[in-house]
C-alpha cells in the first residue's frame, strides 16, 4: 500500500521570496516520488521525479526536491518565487516498476503576492 | 515524454444524456488512464486501458457508467453515460511511456458541467 500527505493545502509566500511545499509519503516498497504543476484551467504538467538515483532532484523552473528516507519526506522548494509560479502542486507516490499505479497527493495551492 | 491531446476542452451538458471525450497520443503508448477531477480536488483513478485488453476500472467506478475504447496504441475514448449533476468535473487521459521511469503525461482535460 501507498500514500501520500501534503501537509498544507495553501501556501502564500511574497514575489522573489523561498517556496516550500511539504510533501510525506508512505510506501511499503522503494517508491518513485514525482511532484506535478496544474495552472488554471490546464492539464497537469511534470515539475521533477524520483526513481532512486540521486536524492537531490531538480526539476523544471527551478524547483527541486530532495528524497529523505528517514523522514519518508519529498518537500518541493525554490529559492525566489515568480508569479507565474502561482499554481495547484500535486506530490505523486508510486510503487516499484513502471507498471505501478500513482498515487495523489490532495494538493497545495501556491499563492504568489506582490 | 508524450503530447496529449484532448477534446472537448470543456462542454455543457444536459441530465440524462452521454458525452464522448477523446485522447491522442502522439506516440505508442500501452498503457493510458483515465482521471477524474471534482472541482478542488485533487485527482481520482477511474479506470487503466491498456491496448489489447479490457479497461480495468477502480473501485466506484463501473463500465455501464463510464464505457472506455482503447482501439489502438495511440487513441482513447471515455464516455460518460446518462450524466447527472454529480458527473461535473475536469476528466484527465494520461499517458506512460513505455521507456519511461513511471511517469505520467497529462492532457488539458475535458471540463465537463451537466445542468
Known amino acids: 500500500a501507498q500514500s501520500v500527505t501534503q501537509l498544507d493545502s495553501h501556501v502564500s509566500v511574497s514575489e522573489g521570496t523561498p517556496v516550500l511545499l511539504r510533501c510525506n509519503y508512505s510506501s511499503s516498497y522503494s517508491p518513485s516520488l514525482f511532484w506535478y504543476v496544474q495552472h488554471p484551467n490546464k492539464g497537469l504538467q511534470l515539475l521533477l521525479k524520483?526513481?532512486?538515483?540521486?536524492?537531490l532532484v531538480k526539476g523544471i523552473n527551478g524547483f527541486e526536491a530532495e528524497f529523505k528516507k528517514s523522514e519518508t519526506s519529498f518537500h518541493l522548494t525554490k529559492p525566489s518565487a515568480h508569479m507565474s509560479d502561482a499554481a495547484e502542486y500535486f506530490c505523486?507516490?508510486?510503487?516499484?516498476?513502471?507498471?505501478?499505479?500513482?498515487?495523489f497527493g490532495t494538493g497545495t495551492r501556491l499563492q504568489v503576492t506582490l | 515524454s508524450a503530447v496529449i491531446s484532448q477534446k472537448p476542452s470543456r462542454d455543457i451538458c444536459q441530465r440524462g444524456t452521454s458525452l464522448t471525450i477523446q485522447c491522442q497520443v502522439d506516440s505508442q503508448v500501452t498503457m493510458m488512464f483515465w482521471y477524474r477531477q471534482q472541482p478542488g480536488q485533487s485527482l481520482t483513478l477511474i479506470a487503466t486501458?491498456?491496448?489489447?485488453?479490457?479497461?480495468?476500472?477502480e473501485s466506484g467506478f463501473v463500465i455501464d457508467k463510464f464505457p472506455i475504447s482503447r482501439p489502438n496504441l495511440t487513441f482513447s475514448t471515455l464516455t460518460v453515460s446518462n450524466m447527472s449533476p454529480e458527473d461535473s468535473s475536469i476528466y484527465l487521459c494520461s499517458a506512460k511511456p513505455d521507456r519511461g521511469t513511471g511517469e505520467l503525461f497529462f492532457g488539458e482535460g475535458s471540463r465537463l458541467t451537466v445542468l
Open positions: 524520483y526513481t532512486s538515483a540521486a536524492t
Open positions: 486501458a491498456n491496448q489489447g485488453s479490457e479497461a480495468t476500472y
Open positions: 505523486v507516490v508510486s510503487g516499484p516498476g513502471t507498471a505501478s499505479k500513482l498515487t
